[in-house]
């Protein structure tokens, strides 16, 4: 069974950083592309990060380029999401997730999901 855990994400002031962690199990780790999504309150759930299966090309979203970069340690099965210079509008539930493709932007490309961890963003 693949699984997908998220963590690391929290309350933070405007300017400041976290980092999102996903776990995963459950199949070959370095086979597939990692994502990250996100989701806020009344809005559809939207493309934030990819990267690709060897971890070589990463691909962000123009809201957040420059300031999430993304990486993924193979070895230990983990993606991860570096948050900087947080902004209100970073605010949401944060999502990893795994598929074939390669910097998709649609959800519908991934066929696992974590559960979420949700990020709020203090002016």
């Known amino acids: 069974q693949v699984q997908l855990v998220e963590s690391g994400g929290g309350l933070v002031q405007a300017g400041g950083s976290l980092t999102l962690s996903c776990a995963t199990s459950g199949r070959t780790f370095s086979s597939y592309a990692m994502a990250w999504f996100r989701q806020a309150p009344g809005q559809e759930r939207e493309f934030v990060a990819g990267?690709?299966?060897?971890?070589?090309?990463?691909i962000y979203s123009n809201s957040v380029k420059g300031r999430f970069p993304i990486s993924r340690d193979n070895a230990k099965n983990t993606v991860a999401l570096q948050m900087n210079s947080l902004k209100p509008e970073d605010t949401a539930v944060y999502y990893c997730a795994t598929g074939p493709i390669y910097g998709a932007w649609s959800e519908r490309e991934y066929d696992y999901w974590g559960q979420g961890t949700q990020v709020i963003v203090s002016s």
């Open positions: 990267i690709s299966a060897a971890g070589g090309r990463t």
